[in-house]
């Protein structure tokens, strides 16, 4: 088996985990979706540690099924399911090496986060936005081309699902509100615009996504009694308040870094090392919590308007 692995889905970020698992000294194998022969595919993940899901989210159960049946690790992309009864199916398939593999919310490598985590406020009420300008998002890309275009699976809430993720992590036990959307007049049924509500005893909190952002966006503030601080993700800086005292921090952000740092625990796993030193890694048995909470506000979407915005 050794140090070999195969990337399903050949689009931007399979081309990524491809590359990345090279860069860390394995051999990847990548394989378009579009065409595959699952036969000759399920000899090929037999033979290999590891194998990366990067399709669109409506075709993965079928490809964790076969890496199961095969005993291969599998890294699955975010979102994991965007239907609840979806989500509880992809977990039955992958018990046999869930404890093996890992999601990929990469945003849980963040340094930030790692920081806060270590370091937590006592918050009453949080806030996280993250907003793109789609039409700029990529060179060559078209966003009706897209999965994020299907009705089906597609949208800015599963597209940007790492704030809900997130969310979890730092406050365990949210509960869901309201989920508002913006829409766009040519793609029905694909928020455009999303804002999710949450909460729990004593805590109050709200998670901003956009397609809408003329610059992009990627921040969370946190409030407390005795302070609060806010933190600003694409610079990597913190401002944290206490007790009437300023502390500024800031940190490095190389966005690939997070994707190498999944993708190496990943391999850990995979090849039967003890990951090194993540308290939040995402082992796909232990992320149930913050799939079920992005899937269930996917499904609770209401729409309350539309925009003709013009895009690619």
Known sequence: MGRRYIVIGS??????????????????TLLPWRGLD????EQK???????VIATATDVRLELVELCARAGTAIYVEKPLAFRTSGLQSLFKAAKPVADRSVAGFMMRY??????????????????MEVGHDVRNWRQGWSFSGSYAARHEGGGVLLDLCHEIDMATCLFPGLALGEVSC???????????????TLRRRELAGDVA??????????????RGLRGGLDIDFLTGTEMRWQ?????????????????????????????????????????????????????????ARQFHGEINWSNK
């Open 209 to 222: 996504m956009d397609y809408l952002s003329p610059r992009s966006i990627r921040r969370l503030a946190l």
């Open 182 to 196: 913006i829409g766009h007049r040519r793609f029905p049924r694909v928020d455009f615009a999303t804002r999710v």
């Open 45 to 51: 993940l037999r033979e290999a540690a590891g194998a």
């Open 38 to 41: 699952t036969q000759s595919l």
């Open 11 to 28: 689009g931007s970020i399979g081309r990524r985990h491809h590359e990345n698992i090279e860069a860390l000294g394995a051999d990847s």
């Open 243 to 299: 007790d009437g005292h300023e502390v500024n921090r800031e940190w490095t952000i190389d966005r690939n870094s997070m994707f190498l740092e999944l993708m190496r625990d990943f391999m850990d796993l995979a090849e039967g090392r003890e990951p090194q030193g993540n308290p939040l890694l995402p082992r796909l048995d232990l992320v149930m919590e913050s799939s079920a909470l992005i899937a269930r506000a996917w499904e």
């Open 110 to 127: 963040h340094p930030a986060l790692k920081a806060l985590m270590q370091d937590p406020v006592e918050t009453f009420r949080f806030s």
